[in-house]
């Protein structure tokens, strides 16, 4: 084995935990939304028409907020050249933090009020979706602070939780524009 490929596995290992911890996320939420007794009690907030609509237009906050995400992501990687300009790191980090704080009540109307669905493939696939947001989500988050990591680390979690959360957009707020109409 070459000393590349032994650096490479020992930063690897720091992997370890944030998977473990995010594997026991995606698995919690799932079991927790497929056992608990859905109530049908939202979160809603005044100025919207219910509690889907809360729903929907957060969830489309949080996925434009992803894309702000993606591209200073690749602004920060330099693949828009290599002046970076020096708030991108902030807005960053800003927008991903505002971005995860929209989806906490999201996922609470799920999990709580509807449960883990399996009506038809799409809530399904949503359901599952979303436990897997949160548990790469918790991956990402806990790798951040751990130096000597691959360099494929960062932006592999990035992705997939940028993934996840578009597809959970898609599969949701995209879902309910074009089948129920825009409405607030």
């Known amino acids: 084995m070459s000393e590349q490929t032994r650096r490479t596995r020992v930063s690897a290992a720091g ?63 330099g693949k828009f050249g290599s002046r970076v300009p020096s708030w991108i790191g902030t807005l960053h980090r800003w927008s991903g933090r505002f971005a995860f704080l929209l989806t906490v009540p999201v996922a609470v109307h799920c999990l709580y009020a509807l449960g883990f669905a399996t009506y038809d493939t799409r809530t399904l696939v949503h359901s599952l979706l979303g436990c897997f947001f949160f548990g790469a989500f918790t991956v990402k988050m806990l790798s951040l602070p751990k130096r000597g990591l691959p360099g494929w680390t960062l932006p592999l979690l990035g992705g997939a939780v940028f993934t996840l959360l578009i597809g959970l957009w898609l599969t949701s707020s995209f879902w309910y524009f074009t089948t129920i109409g825009v409405r607030f």
């Open 15 to 77: 992997l370890y935990v944030p998977l473990l911890l995010g594997a026991v996320v995606t698995v919690t939420l799932g079991v927790y939304g497929s056992v608990h007794t859905p109530t049908g009690i939202a979160v809603n907030v005044a100025g919207f028409s219910g509690p889907q609509t809360v729903k929907v237009w957060l969830a489309s906050g949080a996925a434009l907020l992803a894309l702000v995400q993606l591209v200073s992501a690749f602004a920060m990687w």
